[in-house]
């Protein structure tokens, strides 16, 4: 019997959010599935990352040069569908004219959101395409239950829909174990995005005013992640520093021994940093957007609207005085406890599982 051949899309950048989906998913995926040839799509530029993610022995790099959204990807990638039994596109750009069996991961809507920038040209194209989706879409993966709701919201029912919470046990991140001395820092994760908020949050900090601390932006290094340009005004406000592109080590590192993770985003489809400073033992403040609710349930932690300029400073004050040391454990154990539940070994079990049944209806 010929083993089943799955290609996945993984053509996005490497270090956003979506490659480090890929990188930490497929490893367990192929695991599970070892009669399964997987030949994993990706830019030129990220073929040596591929690598180092040692994906597993049944899994193939295949370097393209076909760019995300572009008008090749809609005449040329199609053509590669004949060869496989299954397409698992792990991010929502599905070609309008694919024919094969595919399998969609939606990580969010925001493109059909009128309350954030995209061009008018962008935003048609991804109101079709995620009409394709939910025609053509033998099924999607919905990272959140916000995201399932938004889709069936904007779009409408897909044929078949299963939740997967990303993981937060990253490859490479080793050091999300707490300090017990946590420095004079404040931390916040995120792409120079409109809906990543950071403007208000650096209005409220400075607002805040809190003396002997400094506060770290960590962005991806790619431009597709970064479209509003804060530097102006990070640099009128003391003690803020950016950090682009660094590993996930290093990034380990920092939620490890930093005095508060902030999480101001006005919109998210998952919420890995929030997630990821719980797991670390830091102290944090998160936005009221919907999934960071979600997977922060249960969790001990201020949430601000991402509107509240006010909102923020206070809460800023608050969380960088000094708290009862038996308070500030309990908080610590019951956050890190609620955030352990989000694996990768429990996202590649479902991932594999939807991805076997469509192999069988093939």
Known sequence: MMKRRVLVDARLPWGSGIGRYVRNILPGVATRLPDVDFSLLVSPADVARAYDAELGSNVRIVASTIRPFSLAEQLQLPGLAAGYDLTWFTNYWMPLR??????????????????????????????????????????????????????????????????????????????????????????????????????????????????????????????????????????????????????????????????LVMVPSRYEGFGLPLLEAMRAGAPVISSTAEALVEVASGALIPMVSPADLHGWAEAIRVATTPRNAATEAAIIERNRAVAWAFTWDRAANQTAAVLSAELEQT
């Open 98 to 259: 694919w024919k094969g069996r595919a399998v969609t991961t939606v990580h969010d809507l925001m493109h059909l959101d009128p309350r954030f920038p995209a061009s008018n040209a962008r935003r048609f194209a991804a109101t079709q395409t995620f009409a394709k989706v939910r025609r053509d879409a033998a099924h999607v993966l919905f990272v959140s239950r916000f995201t399932a709701r938004e889709f069936v919201a904007w779009v409408g029912q897909p044929v078949a829909s299963t939740v997967v919470h990303h993981g937060i046990d990253h490859q490479g991140m080793t050091r999300l174990v707490a300090n017990v001395t946590r420095r004079r820092s404040a931390l916040v994760v995120a792409a120079s995005k409109e809906h990543k908020n950071l403007s208000l949050l650096l209005d409220a900090w400075a607002l805040a005013a809190v003396p002997e601390w400094e506060l770290t932006i960590v962005m991806p290094d790619d431009d597709l992640r970064s479209s509003v340009d804060i530097a102006d005004q990070a640099a009128r406000i003391r003690e803020v520093r950016i950090l682009r592109g660094i590993s996930d080590d290093a990034l380990g590192a920092l939620y490890a021994d930093t005095g």
